[in-house]
């Protein structure tokens, strides 16, 4: 029998596009989904700008509240606004390096890219490998700017790229085994209602017994307006974590039909969504 | 002569649906850009799940930052789990209240929406009206739960909900006249470009040149992949904050025509997008 461990993970998302909002942060949700489905548990979201000082203000705060895992997305690259790094070191008062596995990854990926011409490794190049003392660069399968993995006390730290594909790509290769062995394989599991003709101020009261005798259950309602005919439109989450997989669906399974049955005499339409 | 007046602005997303990731952030980027657009300046987003403590804590450490707004998004309808007015009662150290004026909000809603119905004030629909004792409730043109304003320190401090119509339309309603009365008539200006066929790591000294040479102007690359024909593509976006909007105008102007130049002397091909 394996031992239940909970995996917390922050996420700290760097890049001014975000605070001007021309960027939806996409990156956020497509991580947390992948924490959660490997049952990891992300307890807070942080959005800052590229500069250095609330970066790494930003930074210490996280690990004061010392989460499994911290995972930033942003600011690696080699523009001079990428200072994720940067940020980063100052936060663990340790040194910059140029990192010389992180250089061979650069020139590597330079060589396989272009394979005739020749990259020379110019200073915003270079400046990718530039890497905290204590961390290790992670290979980079789509990109140029290799991932950086370092330990701060309770805490490990991964720094992935903005760009969607390459986060996800380090992610995949590297961060989804890492927390899938933090967490000693919680599994997460979860159902989707709609609800037609209740309003949501009615539903409250369904949705607290459900959630007070089906134990581990979460439901969050959530409001998708009014239908033509006037009658409002709902739809319900319900989701547990658990270690126990069996045991995990059989308490979701009564906790749906339990409240599938309620809505119903409540006078609501129950569609099952998944 | 108006004054130029910065305008700090913080957002709190609140919602566990946020932090499983099966929800977009899209109210924090749409809400971002509005007060972008304003002349306001978003330093952070935190977001957060529907947890009373880590509420309240994430409103007090907000506050130590004393941004001129602090704008939450979720939490404020009428199930167990919306509980920011809760937390904002308790980061204030004020107590909750039924607030007259919110009931008659709720009530007059209820009678505008179910004209021939009576539909009775519940208990989880006057939770609706419980508000900090020194907030004032914010009519929500489109739904049922009022907005809330609240005045801590330096800190003006708007409470919205989380379903993104509701929150869109007293913003709008309410938040742009104040955020536009704080920032004096500083105004946002844009542009952006597409480059192809040069690499980001060789576009960073002419970005870091111009940004230099036009004071003011800020550059943002962000990298579009590879196209089918090998060469990379960047989107580049160009802005500026400024009270003299002519003056913003002109910067921008020969900040895009000296970076155009720059690129195409690079070999790269350039687009204006906007």
Known sequence: MS???TCTVELLSIGNELLLGNTVNTNASWVAEQVT???????????????????STAIREVLRRKPALLI???????????MTLRALAKALRVGLRLNESAVSM????YARRFQK?????????????????????????VGTAPGVRIRSGATD????????KEAKAIFRQTLSKVIRAKTGGMTFAEK?????????SSLAPAIDKVMRTWRGVYIKSHPRGIEASGRPSIELHLSISSLNTR??????QNASQDLARRLTALGGRVTHLS
Chains 1, 2 share one sequence.
């Open 247 to 252: 045991n995990a669906r059989k308490l979701l």
């Open 192 to 200: 989707w209602f709609k609800v037609k003709g209740v309003m949501e």
């Open 157 to 164: 730290i991964f720094c992935l790229p903005g760009v969607p």
């Open 3 to 5: 031992t239940a461990l």
């Open 37 to 55: 489905e490997l049952g990891g548990e992300v307890t807070r979201i942080t959005t800052v700008g590229d500069n250095l000082e609330e970066i």
């Open 72 to 82: 930033t997305t942003g600011g690696i690259g080699p523009t001079f606004d990428d």
């Open 106 to 109: 650069i020139r590597e990926h």
């Open 117 to 141: 011409r020749r990259v020379p490794l110019t200073k915003p190049r270079l400046k990718m490998a530039l890497i905290p003392d204590t961390g290790t660069p992670i290979r980079n399968p």
